[in-house]
């Protein structure tokens, strides 16, 4: 799941294939297929600007908050 601020950044539209493969270990890479290699190395190079900016690992920051949310529910059936 890609958060909507981030999609809307990326202009991405419901639907659109994303291949998503594993690199070496911590490392993911996301492959947009675009109309064009221009659209999508200009969606590329916004999204690294976003992230060169921010510095914020989305991913993790997914990851963090299902954990929170998995706690929550652990913590909300005990008596």
Known sequence: MIPAAIRRRLR??????????????????????GQSRDELRERLVRGYAWFDRTGRDLVEELHESRRQARKRERDGRRP
């Open 12 to 33: 991405l539209i419901t639907g659109e294939p994303l291949l998503v493969e594993a690199g070496p270990p911590g490392e993911r890479v996301i492959i947009l297929r």
